[in-house]
Antibody, heavy 122, light 108 residues
Framework: QVQLQESGPGLVKPSQTLSLTCTVSGGSISSGSYYWSWIRQPAGKGLEWIGRIYTSGSTNYNPSLKSRVTISVDTSKNQFSLKLSSVTAADTAVYYC??????????????WGQGTLVTVSS | DIQMTQSPSSVSASVGDRVTITCRASQGISSWLAWYQQKPGKAPKLLIYAASSLQSGVPSRFSGSGSGTDFTLTISSLQPEDFATYYCQQANSFPPWTFGQGTKVEIK
């Protein structure tokens, strides 16, 4: 059973860089044709896809965040990471990591981490 | 970006009721749509993919239909564990993948 677990600081100061890591267990991050994504959810609001990475290192980002986002992968540690720069209070949210797998029509998120709350505040 | 609009935003229902949630895409997305269930404090869970295919382990009282721009999630007989928020997600036009704003199913 694949499991994902987010880790990183729960408090980040405005203008600084948010850094989170997702550790994948129960399977190799390099096996299969999976994409590994970050998704966030402000309190009481909906879901926003941030970006994804393939184990080759190929990335795609949400255009609304592209200038501030970097997603990377470390296959030796079975982890992938998110960096979001120049954060403001609007970046306060629960951040999820998730696995995208191909099901007939398109990639869907079939495994998720439990989520980690990141608050941007001085 | 493709905008996903769900209706209603919330619905009050009783155990045993049939519940229908609608999701409309701002442009055609064929059958590239998923439905997720999210309970408070938990991550979303994949229920339906490719508009109408049931994810493994999901009860058969959940069903999905539609194609193009209009989609429906139906719960045939609402159970206590089904009270949650439901999201649709389009997987056709990328980036970005986008979600609906959510529909909260509440106890009547």
């Amino acid at each position: 059973q694949v499991q994902l677990q987010e880790s990183g600081p729960g408090l980040v100061k405005p203008s600084q860089t948010l850094s989170l890591t997702c550790t994948v267990s129960g399977g190799s991050i390099s096996s299969g044709s999976y994409y590994w994504s970050w998704i966030r959810q402000p309190a009481g609001k909906g879901l926003e896809w941030i970006g994804r990475i393939y184990t080759s290192g190929s990335t795609n980002y949400n255009p609304s965040l592209k200038s501030r986002v970097t997603i990377s992968v470390d296959t030796s540690k079975n982890q992938f990471s998110l960096k979001l720069s120049s954060v403001t209070a609007a970046d306060t949210a629960v951040y999820y990591c998730a696995r995208g797998d191909y099901y007939d029509f398109g990639y869907y998120f079939d495994y998720w981490g439990q989520g980690t709350l990141v608050t941007v505040s001085s | 970006d493709i905008q996903m609009t769900q209706s209603p935003s919330s619905v009050s229902a009783s155990v045993g009721d049939r519940v229908t949630i609608t999701c409309r895409a701002s442009q055609g997305i064929s059958s590239w749509l998923a439905w997720y269930q999210q309970k408070p404090g938990k991550a979303p869970k994949l229920l339906i993919y490719a508009a109408s295919s049931l994810q493994s382990g999901v009860p058969s009282r959940f069903s999905g239909s539609g194609s193009g721009t209009d989609f429906t999630l139906t719960i045939s007989s609402l159970q206590p564990e089904d009270f949650a928020t439901y999201y649709c997600q389009q997987a056709n036009s990328f980036p970005p993948w986008t979600f609906g704003q959510g529909t909260k199913v509440e106890i009547k």
